[in-house]
């Protein structure tokens, strides 16, 4: 089955913490491409960042980062500093390319930082 | 220059109308997709375009139907409108080739609410 689970359903921190938001998946492929996007308040869908499969290295832009494990077929998203404008639901979504292409989403994580 | 426009933002009609949502993009990408967003921000995929021909089409009503005149465009008709398609609706596209794949690019979104 391909699948993607963002357990965590809704999280809340106050400002200027860090905060992880959790993405396990799923597949039998074995090359794949995993996704997350932010989508603020005003609605629209934010690109923020690809993985290949085949590239296990860890990304840091800015205050994100993001750490894939393919051991536990995960895909971790940190905020470090968090900031009131980092509120958003935010997305992971797995790219299966036996499938064309198709994005197979998790439920998304609504994150609230608060002032 | 916006890359994936769809028009209009804002569409409030009554039951049983029959109504239009545009899609354009000017990425050059060969694969257009339009996604379905419910209240509870599930995103789940209603059909996919590549170079004009449909290629994903999941369980979606007949009422709904895309038509792609050209890669650029991929627009979607709906017919006798009924209040579940209350939703906001997502135009999409992506580059895809071998290996590689841009990921999507996303529209703002068009929130649909029938009376």
């Known amino acids: 089955a391909q699948k993607v689970t963002q357990a965590q359903t809704e999280i809340s921190v106050v400002e200027k913490e860090d905060v992880t938001l959790d993405c396990v998946y799923e597949t039998r492929d074995t090359t794949y491409y995993l996704f997350w996007y932010k989508q603020p308040p005003s609605g629209e869908l934010v690109f923020l960042i690809r993985r290949n499969s085949f590239d296990e290295q860890n990304e840091i832009s800015g205050r994100y980062s993001w750490n894939f494990q393919k051991s536990t077929s995960s895909f971790n998203f940190t905020i470090t500093a968090s900031q009131v404008v980092d509120s958003a639901v935010y997305f992971c979504?797995?790219?299966?390319?036996?499938?064309?292409?198709?994005?197979?989403w998790g439920a998304g994580t609504k994150l609230i930082i608060k002032p | 220059d916006t890359a994936v426009s769809q028009t209009p933002k804002y569409l409030v009609t009554q039951m049983g109308n029959d109504k239009s949502i545009k899609c354009e993009q000017n990425?050059?990408?060969?694969?257009m997709y339009w996604y379905k967003q419910d209240s509870k921000k599930f995103l789940k995929i209603m059909f996919s375009?590549?170079?004009?021909?449909?290629?994903i089409n999941e369980t979606v009503p007949n009422r709904f139907s895309p038509k792609s005149p050209d890669k650029a465009h991929l627009n979607l008709h709906i017919n006798s409108l009924e209040l579940g398609d209350s939703a906001v609706y997502f135009c999409?596209?992506?580059?895809?080739?071998?290996?590689?794949?841009?990921?999507?690019?996303f529209g703002s979104g068009t929130r649909l609410t029938v009376v």
């Open positions: 375009y590549n170079n004009k021909e449909l290629i």
């Open positions: 999409a596209s992506s580059q895809v080739s071998g290996l590689a794949t841009s990921g999507y690019t």
């Open positions: 990425l050059g990408h060969d694969t």
């Open positions: 979504a797995l790219m299966r390319k036996d499938s064309n292409y198709q994005l197979i």
